[in-house]
């Protein structure tokens, strides 16, 4: 029985490190496990539905938090997760009841009020929304996005006035919120209020510059202030950003065709035909385009479909008659021009091109052919509040954008790195591979293990732990033992790995890669054990979601402070036995690093590029060393360098520092 509970206790922590790891479809296999030995256990339950929801499988994350909550009620975070679920699933009342039982065993935390908020906005429930609203509002009255909420329900109630005093106070709050600048510019542009949209849009994306939303509402608002470059410049960036933006397409073709640049205009009504064939608006536009520049049959088609669909658009029978005149097609000019006359059209269908106006727009849903040349805005502007959570990658220890490049270490798995060129080679891993019956490669990060390589895994670890058992010649035991340690690394079970080198070392206590690779097993395995014990809880914590109670017992700082120091034994020593091994000085620095002793990392990290100049890694975490020290100029410099050599991330950090 105790054997049992320490498989499953096993079982579950190696999930936890998958899952830390992002090893997502791994973790699942270890939960499965668990599940299968214990299925009533609440706790792999609820690891497997987080496991789901990172790879969006939202039904099966429901359906598992649900088990979870059958296995014990009690657990705030089951609730909340399968509210999540079921606000991706578009279930927002049930979504809210959810939040509504996890507020009543954790009613302060404030990220459960928001959430269940925005559950009756989706809803439409807009008096009980305004009802929690208030209660919020008077138990935090400087939460800021209570009130870009509150903007939100008036909108939906068509009360503008009420919906700007709300999103003034937001902003009175946070300045510094980008979506609630362009909440405040929706409004702006709904009033035709041109310039001060144009500021607020300024404002906004100022501190979102990647929303291309923003820039194709703030090209609307310079169209309409005549401002035809800066229109064309935002259409531009906004479909850099996203390139399969619909509005941004039709409209910024509608702008191209206005000032004379017919050709590329085609291409953006190309792309919107691609998207949606039917679109009858955007085939009349192309229409009118390959007319303009000559392909007067690819015109006739156009027109043609168009006519096929609405008989009675006259303008579309005009200009297909004129392409008929111009071809010498007479005969199907005067059907056209017949009909026209038949049914009595004004004379300015014989005129030219209406220009398009200002002022004018349509919305997207809007199939009136008579708007043809008027810009498209969205059906529905409304104020984005997103959901608070902090599901999306890690659990507890979300890494920033800037973060240190990881250690070297072994692997079965060749790993493309994004330094082009560059392969790590070592000669002691040489030697190994030579009498190796499966070679052994130096990656700087973790394969990509799906669930049919893990098993192959699995099933590789099983036969090589049956040579460990049946083999009596200790050099083919050390060599499974190392096989095994790497295939359990691959995995992410550290524990299991340090116990094979371990072993290994008993046997031989000067091989530098059993030390180099139990140096850096040890060291994930202390990130992940300070994983579970740091996450701070904030005073603002928009939800509980950000510390997911997935807690060790057993460690604290002493310990921490001790593995870490297993760590740099393990490494000095490997570095005394091969002193010409740069990864080994490169993970030392890393390990100075994660005790913010940047002197001696950049030490390290120095010692390495000696060694091993086209190292990109080494010129890359030295780069960022020396900026947390205070030496920007220097970390600049290094950060160039690893760009150099074909670390291209490294050049949007140099933006960003020299910014700054």
């Not at 008659?321 to 017949?338: H, I, L, P, S």
């Not at 659990?395 to 060749?414: C, D, F, I, K, T």
């Not at 293990?449 to 090589?464: H, L, R």
């Not at 570095?575 to 390290?604: E, F, Q």
């Amino acid at each position: 029985m105790c054997y049992a509970q320490f498989n499953t206790d096993r079982l579950i922590m190696v999930g936890r490190s998958a899952l830390y790891f992002e090893d997502y479809v791994l973790s699942i296999q270890y939960f499965n496990q668990a599940i299968s030995a214990k299925p009533y256990l609440f706790e792999p339950w609820f690891l497997r539905g987080v496991a789901k929801y990172y790879l969006d499988d939202f039904v099966g994350a429901e359906a598992d938090c649900t088990n979870a909550i059958e296995r014990n009620p009690y657990v705030t975070n089951s609730y909340e997760l399968r509210g999540l679920c079921r606000i991706r699933l578009g279930q927002f009342m049930q979504a809210a009841d959810d939040y509504t039982t996890a507020l009543k065993y954790d009613p302060q935390n404030q990220g459960l009020w928001h959430n269940r908020v925005l559950c009756y906005i989706r809803s439409k429930d807009n008096e009980r929304a305004l009802a929690q609203l208030d209660t919020m509002l008077t138990r935090w009255p400087k939460y800021a996005s209570g009130y870009s909420m509150r903007a939100e329900v008036y909108l939906q109630m068509e009360d503008t006035l009420k919906a700007t005093e709300a999103l003034d106070k937001s902003l009175e709050i946070d300045p510094y919120d980008g979506q609630t600048w362009s909440a405040r510019s929706i409004i702006s542009l709904s009033k035709s209020e041109w310039k001060e949209a144009e500021e607020y849009l300024d404002k906004a994306i100022h501190l979102l510059p990647k929303n291309g939303g923003n820039y194709i509402n703030r090209a609307l608002a310079r169209y309409n202030q005549n401002n035809l470059r800066g229109a064309m410049s935002d259409y531009d960036t906004a479909l850099d950003l996203e390139p399969n933006n619909f509005i941004g397409h039709y409209n910024r073709g509608l702008l191209r065709a206005q000032v004379g640049d017919d050709n590329r205009g085609i291409e953006d009504f190309d792309f919107v035909l691609n998207i949606e064939p039917d679109n009858m608006l955007a085939r009349f536009n192309r229409g009118l385009l390959r007319d303009k520049t000559g392909d007067l049959r690819g015109a006739i088609s156009d027109y043609t479909v168009v006519i096929n669909e609405f008989p009675n658009f006259w303008t579309g029978l005009h200009y297909r008659a004129g392409c008929y005149r111009r071809m010498g097609m007479n005969r199907q000019a005067e059907q056209d021009e017949f009909r026209i006359l038949k049914a009595q059209m004004d004379k300015r269908y014989g005129g030219k091109q209406p220009r398009m106006k200002k002022n004018q727009m349509r919305k997207r849903s809007d199939e009136d052919l008579e708007k043809y040349n008027q810009l498209v805005v969205a059906d529905d502007q409304e104020v984005k509040n997103e959901y608070k959570n902090e599901y999306r990658g890690r659990v507890q220890n979300h890494r920033v954008e800037v973060a240190y490049l990881p250690m070297y270490e072994l692997s079965m798995e060749m790993l493309k790195s994004d330094v082009s060129s560059y392969v790590a080679f070592d000669v002691a891993v040489e030697a190994f591979n030579r009498q190796s019956t499966r070679p052994l490669y130096i990656i700087c990060g973790s394969p990509d293990i799906n669930e049919a390589k893990g098993q192959t895994y699995f099933e590789y670890i099983e036969k090589q732990g049956q040579l460990i058992g049946d083999v009596r010649r200790i050099g083919s035991i050390r060599q499974a033992l190392m096989l095994r340690a790497v295939a359990y690394s691959s995995l992410q079970n550290f524990e299991s790995a340090i116990d094979d080198l371990t072993t290994y070392l008993s046997m031989d206590s000067l091989s530098v890669l059993a030390l180099w690779q139990r140096a850096v097993c040890q060291s994930k395995l202390n990130d992940f054990h300070a994983s579970q014990t740091s996450a701070p809880a904030q005073e603002t914590s928009v939800s509980s979601t950000n510390n997911i109670d997935l807690k060790m017992s057993g460690t604290g700082t002493l310990a921490e402070a001790l593995q870490t120091n297993n760590v740099l034994t393990d490494l000095s020593k490997a570095i005394s036995l091969s002193p010409h091994n740069a990864y080994l000085l490169y993970n030392k620095g890393n390990v100075y690093v994660s005790r913010k002793d940047y002197a001696a990392a950049i030490d390290d990290y120095s010692r390495a590029i000696a060694l091993d100049s086209r190292l990109a890694e080494a010129y890359y975490n030295r780069g960022l060393a020396y900026i947390d020290s205070g030496k920007t100029e220097e970390g600049i410099r290094d950060l160039s360098k690893a760009g150099e050599l074909g670390l291209y991330t490294a050049y949007s950090l140099i933006k960003r520092f020299a910014k700054e």
